[in-house]
């Protein structure tokens, strides 16, 4: 097994939770934030989306999924394009929401998508491409990688949380 077999797997995995986490869903539950200040499942998967759009996007040297492929239109959440939930507030949190699952696990999954593809070419010589210099150390293509799925598989992981309180 090479080493993008095993970021394929793992990127795989965070599909077969979201699709878990939103199916069967109703609307209302999706935006059930269980305190005032909670996140709920739909911000928990945009969110987990959009930071893995953008930073595979920016690695890759391609358009986020998000504004190539109209998305961000479909959502309607009036927020800035590249807007990824980072630092959002609880009235922010609030106001991402959806018309339905299929919305939300569809944008996921057409960001799966882009990530296989760029996965699937990659070498493990690659991995070691500096892809960020504002930090120190500066960080590789396979640290962004593997801090991206760390970051999904954690939101994922809370939002079948909440799954189970609703």
Same mark, same amino acid.
């Given at each position: 097994m090479r080493s993008? &077999? =095993?970021?394929?797997?793992?990127?795989?995995?965070?599909?077969?939770?979201?699709?878990?986490a939103? /199916?069967? =869903?109703?609307?209302?539950? =999706?935006?059930?934030r269980p305190a005032k200040d909670a996140n709920s499942v739909t911000w928990l998967i945009w969110h987990l989306t959009?930071?893995?759009? /953008?930073?595979?996007? &920016?690695?890759?040297?391609l358009e986020q999924v998000w504004t190539a492929q109209g998305w961000a239109e479909r959502f309607g959440l009036g927020l800035p394009a590249a807007d990824t939930g980072y630092g959002h507030t609880s009235r922010q949190v609030g106001r991402v929401k959806v018309a339905s699952?299929?919305?939300?696990?569809?944008?996921? /999954?057409?960001?799966?998508?882009q990530t296989l593809g760029f996965l699937g070419a990659l070498t493990d010589k690659d991995l070691d491409r500096i892809?960020?210099?504002?930090?120190?150390?500066?960080?590789?293509?396979?640290?962004? =990688?593997v801090s991206v799925l760390a970051d999904d598989l954690q939101h994922v992981g809370q939002a079948a949380y909440l799954r189970g309180l609703l």
């Amino acid at each position: 097994m090479r080493s993008h &077999d =095993l970021l394929i797997d793992g990127y795989s995995r965070v599909q077969e939770e979201v699709h878990a986490a939103v /199916d069967g =869903l109703s609307v209302e539950h =999706l935006h059930t934030r269980p305190a005032k200040d909670a996140n709920s499942v739909t911000w928990l998967i945009w969110h987990l989306t959009r930071v893995q759009d /953008d930073h595979v996007a &920016d690695a890759a040297g391609l358009e986020q999924v998000w504004t190539a492929q109209g998305w961000a239109e479909r959502f309607g959440l009036g927020l800035p394009a590249a807007d990824t939930g980072y630092g959002h507030t609880s009235r922010q949190v609030g106001r991402v929401k959806v018309a339905s699952g299929a919305l939300l696990v569809g944008y996921y /999954d057409a960001v799966h998508e882009q990530t296989l593809g760029f996965l699937g070419a990659l070498t493990d010589k690659d991995l070691d491409r500096i892809v960020d210099e504002r930090w120190d150390p500066p960080v590789s293509l396979g640290v962004r =990688l593997v801090s991206v799925l760390a970051d999904d598989l954690q939101h994922v992981g809370q939002a079948a949380y909440l799954r189970g309180l609703l």
